[in-house]
Structure formats: C-alpha cells, structure tokens
C-alpha cells in the first residue's frame, strides 16, 4: 500500500512538472509562417547592415512591411515569438533551419553574381602582330 501510494505521488509530482513556462497565445503564428517572418526580417536586418541607404531611399520601415506580408500585427508576433523561444530546444532548431535556408541562399546569390560577372567582363581579343621570321632571308631573292 505504502509503494502504491509513493509511486502516486511521485507519477503526480512528475506529471505536474511539464508546466509551461508561457502560455500559448490565442492567435499563436503558425511554425512554418513564424520561420518566415524569422528569415525575411533577417534578410531585411542583413540589408540594413550591408547598405542602409538602399532601404532609407524607399521611406518604409522594413519590419512593418514584413507584417503587413504575412497579415499578422507585431503583438501577435512578439506574443508567438515569446511562446516559442520559452522552449529552448525549440526555438534553437527553429534558428538553424533559418540559417540553412539563408546559406542557400546566399550560395545562389554567388553564384548569380559570379555568372554576371562573367558576362561583363570583356572578351580579350589577340592583338598581337606575327612573329618576325627568324633565319637567312637572303635565298629567298
């Protein structure tokens, strides 16, 4: 009886333990759409470091523009993106699948930019004028 009742309690006890740190969001962004919004603002964060002009020429805030994308409001992507990275594990996976999608990304880009480069580069034409003839000319009189 003492057993049975031990293991109840520590069943309950462990049970009890998988309480969530954050409760879910009633308008919880979907995982797949949240990766997206994810890689676009980091595309956008990348942009912004690389050439902040490109983006001041246009007069629209980035992060708004994002939003409006995948129609979702910035509370609810800040209350989404607080209910996922409550779970570390989670959240980490979640940054490494962004991080592959934006090396391949990347690798496409290069290689775009490699071939245009080859386009423009001028073709070297052979201005070179024939060899002078090397030997006795005087038979050929």
């Known amino acids: 009886m003492k057993k049975t009742i031990l293991f109840l309690v520590v069943l309950t006890f462990l049970v009890s333990c998988k309480e969530e740190v954050v409760q ?10 949240m990766l997206d919004i994810m890689y676009d603002l980091s595309v956008l964060e990348a942009i912004k470091y690389q050439n902040p002009v490109s983006l001041d020429t246009f007069k ?11 129609k979702v409001d910035s509370l609810q ?18 940054f490494e699948q ?38 006795d000319t005087t038979k050929l009189k």
Not at 24 to 33: A, S, W
Not at 60 to 70: A, E, G, Q, V
């Open 24 to 33: 879910k969001p009633e308008r919880l962004i979907e995982k797949d759409v």
């Open 60 to 70: 629209i805030n980035p992060r708004d523009f994002i939003l409006k994308k995948y």
């Open 77 to 94: 992507f800040a209350k989404s993106n607080v209910y996922y990275a409550s779970d570390y594990e989670d959240y980490k996976l979640m």
């Open 98 to 135: 962004i991080t592959k999608r934006l090396e391949t990304t990347k690798k496409s880009a290069d290689s775009l930019v490699t071939v245009e480069k080859k386009k423009k580069k001028p073709v070297v034409q052979n201005n070179k004028k024939p060899a002078p003839i090397v030997g």
